[in-house]
């Protein structure tokens, strides 16, 4: 479907939604004109306001809601001068691309590359054109691979997608807000009829009359019902304009593979769910390790580390590459599935460019280090620019680790101060343990419905992996609090917990005296000698099995 097609079509689509607004409108109008004829003055009333109501959130949607002219992406917009060899490669590639460049390009802090253009007059005009390049995704593209990248993306502008998205963005946006503003107000008369019962039901208590149940199931039915006829109109209007969308896809690959070879572009799209997959991983346990402790690696490693983790974990992402998701593709999807973008690609013939624009896209940024650096004020939110900076991540996985220790407070924590009247410490619990009483303890446990109604040895079964995990944490809190644990950060696997050596040279066995303690008969030597060892010195030894997943979850 050409340009001109396609605009007519999106033309149409959002008029349909302007005519279907003069269509309920002009059903409340009749509806209120048989009120006057028909109904008694006091019912016609109230009918009337409904009515009004109702014509509200339609009138709204119709004529009071405009779609921003700008997407509020945020960035760090960089100049010719800022990023000479990134603006060189842009405007190389627009002009084989056949279109103008964009006007600004911006850097974020994500796995992604866009183009928006701030057209006018609903996309019949051109407009300011921007184009949003991830960090992320340069730290994890080859120079050739970023190119085909953003071929593609500049490829939109050849087709007018950019332009007439704003027709598109146009009706998805009204039809949003008006469907948001009838759920909005359907929520809230439940809210209110709910009230009102509930009222109704304490009054009722208070005299000892019996009460009813709540029920809000007719309440605001009206308002919910002009929202599923605006709702099955999105249906339609997202299902024809998502098709153009998956359209424009393919020939925007189409564009990068014959300007920066076949090969790149099929596996600059490889490598998308990998990298994705692997920010998401960073994000989750690198580089948000410490801010529940209100810390901060240091000054440009937020993007930095995502380089070593690349590195360093390369053999999984490889594995990512191989398994492409192929899951079936909502008909609300704008995108293809990565998968079918690939075969499209590679069923292309050999164009024999394989061996162009080995090195790290990054190399394209005039300072990379300084770039990283920036970045983070920019995507950084102010609360968070005021955390503090630890030196070094191993650093940083140290004081996380002994901050959330700290912190640790488990259901047994919670069963041991109510059993004892104390505060539930190590000592306290120990003292339980030794009276014979841990089973009585665990008793007040939070427990399945069959655990509550097990006895004797199936019981304790039931019980013991809640309480050997609980005391296990219990011990590593209490020697994190004396300084007797050692992190050892790593970006190639989970981090590793360093226990103070015994007497005899070899790692304190925390999990056997955890186990002693939780037997069928209870016995807590090991583990006090354990702690005894640990208060009075030791150094630094072996390793336990690795807790978390990162650098520490």
Known sequence: MGASLRALRALVLLAGFFLLGVLLLAVLAGIDYLLYLHAPSALATKLYVVS???AIPVVRGMFMLRTPKDDGQGGLAVTEADEPELWRTVRELADQVGTRPPTRILLTGDVNAAVTENARLLGLLPGPRHLYLGVPLMQGLSEAQLRAVLAHE???????DTRLGAITARGRTQLFRT????????????????????????KAEAKGRKTREVDTGGAGITYRTMARIYTAYAHLYFRATMNDSRRQEYAADAAAARIAGRDATASALRELPSLDAAFSFYKDCYATLGTSARLLPPRGEIFGGFDRLLTARELELAGLRAELPTEPVSPYDSHPAIADRVRAIEALPEDGRVDEGKGAATGL???????LAVLEDVVLSEQARAFRRTGSWEELLDAAMSARLASVESPLHRALGAYTGEPPTLPALLKVID???????????????????ATGRV???FVRPVLCKAINGMVMAELSARAQLRWEFSWSRSAIVHLPLGPDGTELDLEAAVDAATADVPDTAPLRALLSYGHTGGHPGGFTDGLTDGAAR
């Open 52 to 54: 009004v109501l109702l």
């Open 179 to 202: 469907i948001a503003h009838f759920e909005e107000r359907a929520a809230k008369t439940a809210g209110r009829e709910r009230a009102r019962q509930e009222k109704r039901n304490a």
């Open 365 to 371: 940024l005039a300072d990379p280090a300084r770039t």
């Open 459 to 461: 019981f304790r079964e």
């Open 154 to 160: 500049l490829g939109h502008y050849v087709n007018h």
């Open 435 to 453: 009276d014979g009483q841990l089973w009585q303890l665990a008793q007040r446990l939070p427990l399945s419905e069959e655990a509550a109604s």
